[in-house]
């Protein structure tokens, strides 16, 4: 089994940071691509920021230059640090990861249960 955990979200003001961290756990022999991706209610599920295994990047145009995303490999950990925070960047927030558990099997994707990000004064 392969646990993916959010933690981090909470209430900030606008203008402020957080960050978001999610570790994956369970019988892991490799990951692969890891994102995040957030969600209001009535709203598809969105992009925020993916990062493969070798560090490239890719981030949604609302983000840039506000949002960065991270990994730790050898922890099994992924981070966003979202600074300059917006009342539109309220979301559910949700970690995804690229999980192979054997050599025998084509890997597949896990998701988090999410974590709350709510921006207001």
């Known amino acids: 089994q392969v646990q993916v955990v959010e933690s981090g979200g909470g209430l900030v003001q606008p203008g402020g940071s957080l960050r978001l961290t999610c570790a994956a756990s369970g019988s892991i022999l490799s990951i692969y691509d890891m994102g995040w991706y957030r969600q209001i209610p009535g709203k598809q599920r969105e992009l925020v920021a993916s990062i493969t295994n070798y560090g490239q990047t890719n981030y949604a145009d609302a983000v840039k230059g506000r949002f960065t995303i991270s990994r730790d490999n050898d922890k099994k950990m992924l981070y966003l640090q979202m600074n300059s925070l917006k009342p539109d960047d309220t979301a559910v927030y949700y970690c995804?990861?690229?999980?192979?558990?054997?050599?025998?099997?084509?890997?597949?994707?896990?998701w988090g249960q999410g974590t709350q990000v709510t921006v207001s004064s």
């Open positions: 995804n990861a690229d999980v192979s558990i054997s050599s025998r099997s084509y890997p597949r994707v896990y």
